[in-house]
């Protein structure tokens, strides 16, 4: 199960109601802030979520509106909230970026929390034994854009109260059923795996795509994810728009949705020139389970089943 709350949904400049990218994925004690955009720290406050082990922060991209808040969360981090260090990860050029941020907030002294700038390449950036996270390219304006894929590892649980029955003892013979393997217990009995293994469960699929300019590329490392969360910045009204500044329009994210399989579609970086409604119903003409993420939503993805909640 992976839990995403949404910091920021406006593209570009933000609104009233909405500040500019950023969002949390968290996976037991993990928690990566997806982009950071002005305002993020005040948004982080307001959705209790704060600022406790906020150590890693995944960057989509080098856009202003996606790292600007890098510089104050860094220095707020510095001075009150005693985090040591920080790793940020993205492209080369997003990386630039924020090291040029950090000279403007830190001046040419060494900065008082440690950053570690981790560029990435495609591939898998972090794993464990419970999911993987790993990056993917994705064309927009610049070079070195990543979405993000963060895939629970499914497995079936161990369940003691059988293996207790069958007075299968602790220790390596446990280990090598939830392994897979067979055992012969010291009376002769054959025990198996599916005697003391409960049914496959987790297996969450979150793609997290940032600014985008098209998804025919993207098809493959969406597919079958249980939530999609992409960029919607136009409507098909405005389709020469989107492909001129490389973004996306409703009707495109939606088709990349149906395409791939997913879901649930969750749109976000919405214009100020739209109603939000309206970027609504263009996706569901195409993908009927969409939703347009507002600043502070959460949702909990677990496998086959994407849940919102109000409670972060
Ligand atoms: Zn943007
Ligand atoms: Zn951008």
Redesign the pocket.
Known sequence: MFELTFLGTS??APSVRRGL?AAMVMHKEYRFLVDCGEGTQRQLLASGLGFRRLDRILLT?G?L??MLGLGGLASTFARWEMIPEMSIYGGDWALQRVQALMQVVFGPARPPLRIRYQAIDPGVLFEDATFQLSAFPVSHRGPGCFGYAFVEKAKRPFLADKAQALGVPAGPVRRRLVEGGTVTLDDGRVVGPDDVLGPLSGGAKLVFV??AGRVDELVEVAAGADALVI?A?YLNEEADMAQQFSHLTAAQSAGLAREAGVRQLILT?ISRRYRARDVLAEAQSIFENTVVANDLDHFRIVREKVAASDQP
């Open positions: 593209a570009s990218s991209h856009h509106d996606h940032g600014d960029e910045t970086h």
